[in-house]
Nanobody
């Protein structure tokens, strides 16, 4: 059974940083590209960042480019999102997502002073 468990969210002041983690199990994690998506309050899902299976190719939404960094550790079946220079508009529930659309329970990120 595919399981994705996100962690690392919390309340942070504008300009602060957080590192999100996603622990994956139940599928061949190292064989698949992965994504981080987020659900902003009252809005639909927004794709934040993608990474290929080997971690050599990454893409970012324009809204986070230069501030967020996606990475993965295939030996640990884990996906990460380093978020720097956080803004109030980054407030959302963040999910890691498989290419098949499976997501975990999400982790809440709130950016507020």
């Amino acid at each position: 059974e595919v399981q994705l468990v996100e962690s690392g969210g919390g309340l942070v002041q504008p300009g602060g940083s957080l590192r999100l983690s996603c622990a994956a199990s139940g599928f061949g994690f190292s064989s698949y590209g992965m994504s981080w998506v987020r659900q902003l309050p009252g809005k639909g899902l927004e794709r934040v960042s993608d990474i290929n299976s080997r971690g050599s190719i990454t893409t970012y939404a324009d809204s986070v480019k230069g501030r967020f960094t996606i990475s993965r550790d295939n030996a640990k079946n884990s996906l990460y999102l380093q978020m720097n220079s956080l803004k109030p508009e980054d407030t959302a529930v963040y999910y890691c997502q498989t290419p098949f659309g499976r997501r975990g329970q999400g982790t809440q990120v709130t950016v507020s002073s």
